[in-house]
């Protein structure tokens, strides 16, 4: 599809932004997105999230 931003990207489960939020009771993603950024996220103008970073929590454990 024309218009599509196509980069890497994954399950939301492994992204380091995908967090917890006790106040909501689930799992949220912490990306801070802009206005125009969250209208083409929210319209699927992505075909894979461009703000994905692969979460490590072994590799996190080890720097500390």
Do not use: I, W
Not at 15 to 23: G, Q, V
Not at 31 to 51: G, K, R, S, W
Request: overall charge negative.
């Amino acid at each position: 599809m024309a218009g599509k931003t196509e980069k890497p990207g994954g399950s939301c489960e492994f992204c380091a932004h995908y967090e917890y939020d006790d106040e909501m009771d689930c799992y949220v993603c912490e990306m801070n997105l802009d206005e125009d950024e969250m209208v083409l996220f929210l319209q699927h103008q992505y075909t894979a999230c461009p703000y994905f970073s692969f979460s490590d929590d072994y590799k996190l454990a080890g720097r500390q």
